[in-house]
Nanobody, 122 residues
Framework: QVQLVESGGGLVQAGGSLTLSCAAS????????MGWYRQAPGKQRELVAV???????EYQYSVKGRFTISSDNDKNTVYLQMNSLKLEDTAVYYC????????????????WGQGTQVTVSS
């Protein structure tokens, strides 16, 4: 059974920084992509950043230049370095691992973390 465990959320002042981590446990053969989503109160969940197995990254426009996604494929872990945080970055951040195979012959599925709260104060 694959589980994602997130850490690193918390309360930070505007302009500050936080780093989120998400580690996948269990037997994993491959992961197609790893990413971070967020959901603010009253809003839909939205993609923040994603990194694929080849290292290519994509970012939501509002976080470009401020957030950096990275991964350690050997540890099946994805990170999100968040700098110059703004009030509007306040949300629950969810880790996602897409296209996870537990063996070379198994089908793939996506997994979600439990979410970690990021609160940016003025």
């Amino acid at each position: 059974q694959v589980q994602l465990v997130e850490s690193g959320g918390g309360l930070v002042q505007a302009g500050g920084s936080l780093t989120l981590s998400c580690a996948a446990s269990g037997n994993i053969f491959s992961i197609n992509a790893m990413g971070w989503y967020r959901q603010a109160p009253g809003k839909q969940r939205e993609l923040v950043a994603v990194i694929n197995s080849g290292g290519s990254t994509e970012y939501q426009y509002s976080v470009k230049g401020r957030f950096t996604i990275s991964s350690d494929n050997d540890k099946n872990t994805v990170y999100l370095q968040m700098n110059s945080l703004k009030l509007e970055d306040t949300a629950v951040y969810y880790c996602n691992e897409e296209g996870v195979q537990v063996t070379s012959k198994a089908g793939s599925r996506d997994y979600w973390g439990q979410g970690t709260q990021v609160t940016v104060s003025s």
